[in-house]
Protein backbone atom coordinates (compact mmCIF):
# COMPACT_ATOMS: atom_id res chain seq x y z
CA UNK A 1 0.00 0.00 0.00
CA UNK A 2 1.62 2.88 -1.28
CA UNK A 3 1.84 6.56 1.28
CA UNK A 4 -0.30 8.20 -1.21
CA UNK A 5 -2.83 5.42 -0.49
CA UNK A 6 -2.42 5.86 3.45
CA UNK A 7 -3.10 9.45 2.72
CA UNK A 8 -6.42 8.46 1.09
CA UNK A 9 -7.70 6.31 3.90
CA UNK A 10 -6.83 9.42 6.44
CA UNK A 11 -9.46 11.80 4.32
CA UNK A 12 -12.02 10.05 4.78
CA UNK A 13 -11.44 8.87 8.48
CA UNK A 14 -9.46 11.52 10.10
CA UNK A 15 -12.73 13.01 11.16
CA UNK A 16 -14.27 10.06 12.70
CA UNK A 17 -13.81 8.55 16.25
CA UNK A 18 -10.84 6.77 17.01
CA UNK A 19 -9.83 4.51 19.71
CA UNK A 20 -7.20 5.61 22.08
CA UNK A 21 -5.06 2.20 21.61
CA UNK A 22 -1.61 2.79 19.49
CA UNK A 23 -2.75 2.74 15.91
CA UNK A 24 0.56 2.81 13.69
CA UNK A 25 0.38 3.93 10.20
CA UNK A 26 2.66 2.30 7.57
CA UNK A 27 1.01 -0.88 6.62
CA UNK A 28 3.43 -4.24 6.81
CA UNK A 29 4.58 -4.09 3.26
CA UNK A 30 5.79 -0.59 3.77
CA UNK A 31 7.65 -1.50 7.30
CA UNK A 32 9.34 -4.72 5.59
CA UNK A 33 10.59 -2.46 2.71
CA UNK A 34 11.56 0.31 5.28
CA UNK A 35 13.91 -2.48 6.88
CA UNK A 36 15.41 -3.60 4.29
CA UNK A 37 16.48 -0.23 2.80
CA UNK A 38 19.57 1.91 3.09
CA UNK A 39 17.89 4.30 5.78
CA UNK A 40 18.01 1.09 8.37
CA UNK A 41 21.44 0.90 7.56
CA UNK A 42 23.29 -0.32 11.29
CA UNK A 43 23.34 3.09 13.73
CA UNK A 44 20.08 4.62 11.49
CA UNK A 45 17.55 6.73 13.27
CA UNK A 46 14.72 5.69 13.49
CA UNK A 47 15.84 1.80 13.73
CA UNK A 48 12.40 1.19 15.45
CA UNK A 49 8.58 2.80 15.51
CA UNK A 50 8.63 6.26 17.26
CA UNK A 51 5.97 6.98 19.58
CA UNK A 52 4.15 10.57 19.23
CA UNK A 53 2.70 11.41 22.51
CA UNK A 54 -1.15 13.70 21.36
CA UNK A 55 -2.33 14.86 24.43
CA UNK A 56 -5.58 15.60 23.67
CA UNK A 57 -8.43 12.96 22.38
CA UNK A 58 -8.79 11.21 19.42
CA UNK A 59 -10.45 13.22 16.79
CA UNK A 60 -9.87 16.77 17.76
CA UNK A 61 -7.55 19.39 15.74
CA UNK A 62 -4.26 18.17 17.13
CA UNK A 63 -5.41 14.37 16.40
CA UNK A 64 -5.93 14.81 13.32
CA UNK A 65 -3.22 17.35 12.25
CA UNK A 66 -0.81 14.91 13.74
CA UNK A 67 -2.81 11.61 12.25
CA UNK A 68 -2.53 13.71 8.59
CA UNK A 69 1.05 14.64 8.82
CA UNK A 70 2.63 11.39 9.66
CA UNK A 71 0.56 9.38 7.24
CA UNK A 72 3.17 11.11 4.80
CA UNK A 73 5.59 8.85 6.08
CA UNK A 74 6.96 6.45 3.75
CA UNK A 75 10.01 3.41 3.84
CA UNK A 76 12.78 6.00 3.77
CA UNK A 77 11.82 7.49 7.09
CA UNK A 78 11.81 4.08 9.17
CA UNK A 79 9.76 1.33 10.91
CA UNK A 80 6.76 3.45 11.38
CA UNK A 81 5.62 6.09 13.93
CA UNK A 82 2.84 5.10 16.16
CA UNK A 83 0.46 7.47 17.90
CA UNK A 84 -0.74 7.21 21.20
CA UNK A 85 -3.47 9.74 22.67
CA UNK A 86 -3.07 11.00 26.17
CA UNK A 87 -5.82 13.48 26.73
CA UNK A 88 -6.48 15.62 30.13
CA UNK A 89 -5.67 18.46 32.65
CA UNK A 90 -5.95 20.94 29.20
CA UNK A 91 -2.84 18.25 27.27
CA UNK A 92 -0.88 18.68 30.60
CA UNK A 93 -0.89 15.37 31.15
CA UNK A 94 0.67 14.21 27.96
CA UNK A 95 2.85 17.00 27.69
CA UNK A 96 4.16 16.05 31.10
CA UNK A 97 4.61 12.62 30.13
CA UNK A 98 6.70 13.74 26.85
CA UNK A 99 8.75 15.56 29.25
CA UNK A 100 9.69 12.98 31.39
CA UNK A 101 10.55 10.39 28.09
CA UNK A 102 13.79 9.10 27.90
CA UNK A 103 15.76 11.90 25.15
CA UNK A 104 16.80 8.80 22.46
CA UNK A 105 14.43 10.15 19.50
CA UNK A 106 11.40 7.08 20.28
CA UNK A 107 9.31 9.25 22.02
CA UNK A 108 8.18 12.39 20.28
CA UNK A 109 5.19 14.40 20.63
CA UNK A 110 2.62 17.06 19.72
CA UNK A 111 2.41 20.58 22.07
CA UNK A 112 -0.64 23.04 21.19
CA UNK A 113 -1.47 26.52 21.95
CA UNK A 114 -3.17 25.56 25.16
CA UNK A 115 0.24 23.42 26.24
CA UNK A 116 2.53 25.74 25.30
CA UNK A 117 1.39 29.23 24.64
CA UNK A 118 -2.14 29.61 26.83
CA UNK A 119 -1.17 26.81 30.11
CA UNK A 120 1.72 28.37 31.02
CA UNK A 121 -0.19 31.12 33.09
CA UNK A 122 -3.32 29.59 33.07
CA UNK A 123 -2.13 26.74 35.64
CA UNK A 124 -0.74 27.72 38.83
CA UNK A 125 1.45 25.11 39.56
CA UNK A 126 2.58 24.10 35.69
CA UNK A 127 4.18 19.95 36.03
CA UNK A 128 6.53 21.44 33.47
CA UNK A 129 8.20 23.89 32.39
CA UNK A 130 7.60 24.81 28.21
CA UNK A 131 11.09 25.72 26.78
CA UNK A 132 13.37 24.38 29.25
CA UNK A 133 11.58 20.74 29.27
CA UNK A 134 11.57 20.46 25.55
CA UNK A 135 13.61 20.38 22.20
CA UNK A 136 11.32 21.62 20.15
CA UNK A 137 11.58 20.11 16.51
CA UNK A 138 9.16 21.74 13.86
CA UNK A 139 6.08 23.68 13.69
CA UNK A 140 3.35 21.87 12.25
CA UNK A 141 0.27 24.03 11.54
CA UNK A 142 -1.36 26.51 12.08
CA UNK A 143 -5.08 27.07 12.39
CA UNK A 144 -7.70 30.15 12.98
CA UNK A 145 -10.71 30.30 14.42
CA UNK A 146 -13.78 31.58 13.38
CA UNK A 147 -16.68 33.58 14.88
CA UNK A 148 -20.11 32.21 14.02
CA UNK A 149 -23.82 32.65 14.82
CA UNK A 150 -26.91 30.33 13.97
CA UNK A 151 -28.18 31.12 10.14
CA UNK A 152 -31.12 33.01 11.11
CA UNK A 153 -29.44 34.91 13.46
CA UNK A 154 -30.25 39.13 12.99
CA UNK A 155 -26.46 39.60 13.34
CA UNK A 156 -25.20 39.18 9.79
CA UNK A 157 -21.50 40.39 9.98
CA UNK A 158 -18.82 41.42 12.49
CA UNK A 159 -19.91 44.91 12.13
CA UNK A 160 -23.41 43.86 13.21
CA UNK A 161 -21.73 42.26 16.38
CA UNK A 162 -19.57 45.41 17.28
CA UNK A 163 -23.26 47.05 17.31
CA UNK A 164 -24.53 45.05 20.15
CA UNK A 165 -21.37 45.82 22.27
CA UNK A 166 -23.85 47.51 25.13
CA UNK A 167 -25.77 43.91 25.26
CA UNK A 168 -25.08 41.04 27.08
CA UNK A 169 -23.89 38.32 24.73
CA UNK A 170 -22.96 34.25 25.38
CA UNK A 171 -20.20 32.76 23.58
CA UNK A 172 -19.46 29.41 23.02
CA UNK A 173 -15.94 27.70 23.20
CA UNK A 174 -14.59 23.78 23.11
CA UNK A 175 -13.66 23.97 26.72
CA UNK A 176 -11.63 26.60 29.33
CA UNK A 177 -7.73 27.17 28.38
CA UNK A 178 -9.09 26.03 24.30
CA UNK A 179 -7.88 28.73 21.41
CA UNK A 180 -11.57 29.78 20.91
CA UNK A 181 -11.93 30.50 24.54
CA UNK A 182 -8.65 32.72 24.35
CA UNK A 183 -9.37 34.23 21.27
CA UNK A 184 -13.01 35.28 22.85
CA UNK A 185 -11.20 36.94 25.79
CA UNK A 186 -9.04 38.46 23.46
CA UNK A 187 -11.81 39.78 21.19
CA UNK A 188 -13.95 41.49 23.85
CA UNK A 189 -10.81 42.90 25.71
CA UNK A 190 -10.00 44.80 22.24
CA UNK A 191 -13.62 46.00 21.68
CA UNK A 192 -14.79 46.30 25.55
CA UNK A 193 -18.46 44.00 24.15
CA UNK A 194 -20.00 42.26 27.17
CA UNK A 195 -19.67 38.75 26.23
CA UNK A 196 -19.97 35.88 28.66
CA UNK A 197 -17.87 32.59 28.26
CA UNK A 198 -19.68 29.52 28.11
CA UNK A 199 -17.41 26.15 28.11
CA UNK A 200 -18.32 23.13 27.05
CA UNK A 201 -16.38 19.69 27.21
CA UNK A 202 -15.76 19.78 23.41
CA UNK A 203 -16.70 21.55 19.74
CA UNK A 204 -19.47 19.23 19.42
CA UNK A 205 -21.70 20.50 22.26
CA UNK A 206 -20.82 24.48 21.80
CA UNK A 207 -22.31 23.92 18.13
CA UNK A 208 -25.10 21.94 18.95
CA UNK A 209 -26.28 24.57 21.75
CA UNK A 210 -25.23 27.41 18.94
CA UNK A 211 -27.75 26.03 16.64
CA UNK A 212 -30.37 25.43 19.80
CA UNK A 213 -30.64 28.95 20.42
CA UNK A 214 -28.62 28.46 23.48
CA UNK A 215 -25.91 30.69 22.99
CA UNK A 216 -25.41 33.92 20.80
CA UNK A 217 -21.92 32.94 19.36
CA UNK A 218 -19.22 30.17 18.81
CA UNK A 219 -15.52 31.08 18.67
CA UNK A 220 -13.70 27.66 17.63
CA UNK A 221 -11.40 26.57 15.08
CA UNK A 222 -12.36 27.04 11.60
CA UNK A 223 -12.17 22.98 11.15
CA UNK A 224 -14.85 22.41 13.97
CA UNK A 225 -17.34 25.46 12.20
CA UNK A 226 -16.54 24.25 8.44
CA UNK A 227 -18.99 21.24 8.41
CA UNK A 228 -21.81 23.69 9.94
CA UNK A 229 -21.14 26.10 7.22
CA UNK A 230 -21.20 23.90 4.39
CA UNK A 231 -24.60 22.36 5.39
CA UNK A 232 -25.85 26.41 5.96
CA UNK A 233 -26.72 25.83 9.58
CA UNK A 234 -24.25 28.88 10.84
CA UNK A 235 -23.41 32.19 9.49
CA UNK A 236 -19.52 32.92 10.11
CA UNK A 237 -19.09 36.10 10.30
CA UNK A 238 -14.98 36.60 10.47
CA UNK A 239 -12.13 34.62 10.47
CA UNK A 240 -9.00 35.22 12.54
CA UNK A 241 -6.29 35.12 10.24
CA UNK A 242 -4.41 37.95 8.50
CA UNK A 243 -5.63 37.12 5.28
CA UNK A 244 -8.77 35.33 4.09
CA UNK A 245 -8.53 31.61 4.31
CA UNK A 246 -8.49 29.36 0.90
CA UNK A 247 -11.91 27.44 2.17
CA UNK A 248 -13.58 30.44 3.27
CA UNK A 249 -13.42 33.21 0.63
CA UNK A 250 -16.02 35.11 1.26
CA UNK A 251 -15.39 35.32 5.04
CA UNK A 252 -13.32 38.78 5.50
CA UNK A 253 -10.45 39.25 8.21
CA UNK A 254 -11.82 39.93 11.30
CA UNK A 255 -9.00 42.41 11.60
CA UNK A 256 -10.68 44.11 9.11
CA UNK A 257 -13.21 45.12 11.97
CA UNK A 258 -11.13 45.09 15.30
CA UNK A 259 -7.33 46.09 14.32
CA UNK A 260 -5.09 43.87 15.22
CA UNK A 261 -7.01 40.76 15.83
CA UNK A 262 -4.92 37.81 14.48
CA UNK A 263 -5.11 34.37 16.19
CA UNK A 264 -4.05 31.26 15.45
CA UNK A 265 -4.27 27.96 16.93
CA UNK A 266 -1.26 25.56 16.26
CA UNK A 267 0.24 22.27 16.77
CA UNK A 268 4.31 21.84 16.88
CA UNK A 269 6.21 18.72 16.96
CA UNK A 270 8.84 17.96 20.23
CA UNK A 271 10.55 15.60 21.78
CA UNK A 272 12.14 16.06 25.46
CA UNK A 273 15.44 17.91 27.05
CA UNK A 274 18.31 17.28 25.18
CA UNK A 275 17.31 15.19 22.02
CA UNK A 276 20.61 14.61 20.53
CA UNK A 277 21.02 17.24 17.86
CA UNK A 278 21.17 14.59 14.58
CA UNK A 279 17.83 13.79 15.81
CA UNK A 280 16.40 16.79 16.06
CA UNK A 281 18.09 17.15 12.31
CA UNK A 282 16.44 14.25 11.55
CA UNK A 283 13.31 14.62 12.67
CA UNK A 284 13.11 18.15 11.62
CA UNK A 285 14.11 17.25 8.04
CA UNK A 286 11.69 14.75 7.39
CA UNK A 287 8.46 17.00 9.10
CA UNK A 288 9.45 19.49 6.52
CA UNK A 289 9.21 17.05 3.68
CA UNK A 290 5.69 15.67 4.74
CA UNK A 291 4.47 19.20 5.48
CA UNK A 292 5.56 19.86 1.18
CA UNK A 293 3.90 16.83 0.54
CA UNK A 294 1.11 18.27 -2.18
CA UNK A 295 -1.60 15.56 -0.59
CA UNK A 296 -0.61 16.89 2.69
CA UNK A 297 -1.50 20.59 1.05
CA UNK A 298 -4.41 19.87 -0.06
CA UNK A 299 -5.74 18.17 2.71
CA UNK A 300 -4.97 20.91 4.99
CA UNK A 301 -6.72 23.15 2.59
CA UNK A 302 -9.64 21.46 2.79
CA UNK A 303 -10.07 21.68 6.48
CA UNK A 304 -8.77 25.94 6.77
CA UNK A 305 -4.98 24.58 8.25
CA UNK A 306 -2.31 26.95 7.04
CA UNK A 307 1.06 25.69 6.79
CA UNK A 308 3.47 27.44 8.85
CA UNK A 309 5.90 30.00 6.64
CA UNK A 310 8.63 28.57 8.99
CA UNK A 311 9.00 24.84 10.84
CA UNK A 312 12.33 24.87 11.60
CA UNK A 313 13.39 24.28 15.69
CA UNK A 314 14.58 27.71 16.21
CA UNK A 315 11.30 28.82 14.45
CA UNK A 316 9.11 26.92 16.86
CA UNK A 317 11.25 28.30 20.12
CA UNK A 318 10.96 31.55 18.92
CA UNK A 319 7.25 31.05 18.23
CA UNK A 320 6.48 29.47 21.70
CA UNK A 321 8.04 32.56 23.12
CA UNK A 322 5.51 34.53 21.50
CA UNK A 323 2.51 32.74 22.32
CA UNK A 324 3.31 32.33 25.78
CA UNK A 325 4.06 36.51 25.89
CA UNK A 326 0.69 36.95 23.75
CA UNK A 327 -1.63 34.75 26.34
CA UNK A 328 -0.37 36.13 29.59
CA UNK A 329 -1.83 39.04 29.52
CA UNK A 330 -5.34 37.42 28.09
CA UNK A 331 -5.60 34.65 30.62
CA UNK A 332 -4.78 37.02 33.91
CA UNK A 333 -7.55 39.77 32.70
CA UNK A 334 -10.01 37.06 32.52
CA UNK A 335 -9.75 36.08 35.78
CA UNK A 336 -9.32 32.25 35.12
CA UNK A 337 -6.33 30.47 37.30
CA UNK A 338 -6.61 26.27 37.70
CA UNK A 339 -4.27 24.92 40.27
Do not use: C
Request: aromatic share 6%; charged share 20%.
Amino acid sequence: MSVKMVAAIFREEDMAPLSRRRTLFLPAAALAAGRSGAALAQGAYPAKPVTVIVPFAPSGGADVVSRLVFAQAGPADGPGFVIENRPGAGGNIGVEALSRATPDGYTIGTVAISTHGVNPTLYRHLPFDPLADFTPIALLSLQPVVVAVKADSPIRSMADLMARKGEDLTYASAGNGTSGHMAGELLRMKTGMKMLHVPYRGSGPAWTDLLGGRVDVVIDNVQAGLPHHEGKRVRILGVSSEQPVEVLPDVAPIAGTVPGYVVNSWNGLAGPAKLPQPVTDRLSSMARAWLAKPELKARYRELGILVPPDTSPAYLTSFIRQEIAMWAPVVKESGMQVD
